[in-house]
């Protein structure tokens, strides 16, 4: 048997993004279904930062490498996979390992993309757009002519959330930081209105729509966002929680902070969710095994929309596929400066 290494950053400890280390670490063969893909682009998310920092739920034993998408050149094929060839461009969508020059993956985690993408392209979909699309037609089953609220409408699920809504014709409606970013979800993206995160947006937001109030609400913060969410739901509303980005507003983990934003996230008895006539969803993408085929689906129809030039992955900056790249792409998501995606690339 070949014994085959790969250079990986890995969380090695738990901290800031410093805490990241660059080493070579041996690279499993493949087995009969599995697939050998060279990294070519990963994508980061604010997931990898809540890793690294010691407030994700579901993680391997350290060290391990971050990172949930990739795309790459198939390098060797199992022999029972029939569908990918050495020299195929695929993305991967995995529960970790991202963060590499190799990795291997099960042929049903493997995705095509257009030919018209380049990888960095291709490698800022699948996460964000996935999550956007299960949380709005799979969770929320949101319909054309329904009010959607965004929370963070200018971050990678975000500007995905929103464009797939507009695509199916609602009503969008976003919240985000920045002037720029506010602008950029209306003017580029089609939303209808984008509120400034930090002010009395659900005051806005209720302004807007009115005294009926939103269809479906998407909520990645947490705390007393998930709050307004719930008040702001019209009857027959439904809020779609998939992350807690209050839990870690500065670039290392703080226990108190983490704490009170999980103490000030609302908790809702079944008996209060049926008079309003409200329900609420949970979504994580990589907890979806045994879906994989709505996955598919989804990411297939996407891509095509993106080929076609309906959709688009915003990609916001790249940084070298290195540790120092790495350690930059986190201080960058933590500062909340992005719009869009963030990505590695290349490398040193």
């Known amino acids: 048997m070949t014994h085959h290494v790969t250079r990986s950053i890995l969380i090695d400890r738990l901290g800031p993004p410093e805490v990241l280390v660059e080493r070579d670490v041996p690279l499993r063969d493949p087995g009969p279904n599995d697939v050998h893909l060279r990294v070519l682009a990963a994508g980061v998310n604010f997931a990898d930062l809540l890793q690294r920092a010691g407030l994700y739920g579901t993680v391997p034993p350290r060290p391990y490498s971050p990172g949930f998408e990739v795309a790459g050149e198939v390098v060797r094929a199992g022999e029972e996979v029939r569908d990918w060839q050495p020299g195929d461009r695929a993305v991967a969508l995995i529960r970790n390992g991202g963060y590499a020059r190799d990795v291997v993956a099960h042929e049903r985690?493997?995705?095509r993309y257009p030919a018209t993408l380049t990888p960095v392209e291709a490698a800022a979909v699948p996460v964000v757009f996935l999550t956007a699309w299960i949380a709005l037609f799979e969770a929320a089953r949101a319909r054309s002519g329904e009010t959607a609220l965004v929370?963070?409408?200018a971050g990678g699920v975000g500007t995905a959330a929103v464009q797939l809504g507009v695509r199916k014709g609602l009503r969008v409606i976003g919240t985000a930081g920045a002037p720029e970013k506010r602008a950029f979800v209306t003017e580029k993206l089609g939303a209808v209105a984008c509120f400034d995160s930090r002010g009395d947006w659900e005051a806005e937001?209720?302004?807007?729509?009115?005294?009926?109030?939103?269809?479906?609400?998407?909520?990645?913060?947490?705390?007393?966002a998930t709050a307004s969410c719930r008040r702001l739901l019209a009857p027959l509303g439904r809020l779609v929680f998939y992350g807690m980005s209050a839990a870690m507003p500065g670039d290392r983990r703080n226990w108190a902070r983490a704490a009170w934003a999980w103490l000030r996230t609302p908790r809702f008895h079944p008996l209060s969710l049926v008079e309003p006539n409200v329900?609420?969803?949970g979504v994580h993408l990589l907890h979806l095994s045994g879906k994989e085929e709505?996955?598919?689906?989804?990411?297939?129809?996407?891509?095509?929309?993106?080929?076609?030039?309906?959709?688009?992955?915003?990609?916001?900056?790249?940084?070298?596929?290195?540790?120092?790249?790495a350690v930059e792409a986190h201080h960058y998501l933590h500062a909340r400066k992005n719009l869009g995606k963030v990505l590695l690339a290349g490398g040193a």
Not at 216 to 221: G, P, Q, S, T
Not at 299 to 323: K, Q, T
């Open 109 to 111: 985690h493997l995705f």
């Open 151 to 153: 929370l963070g409408a």
């Open 279 to 281: 329900g609420f969803f």
């Open 294 to 325: 709505v996955l598919r689906t989804a990411l297939a129809e996407i891509y095509r929309d993106i080929a076609a030039g309906a959709l688009r992955p915003v990609v916001d900056r790249v940084f070298p596929l290195s540790r120092d790249g």
């Open 205 to 224: 937001v209720r302004k807007l729509a009115g005294r009926r109030g939103v269809d479906v609400a998407l909520d990645a913060v947490g705390g007393p």
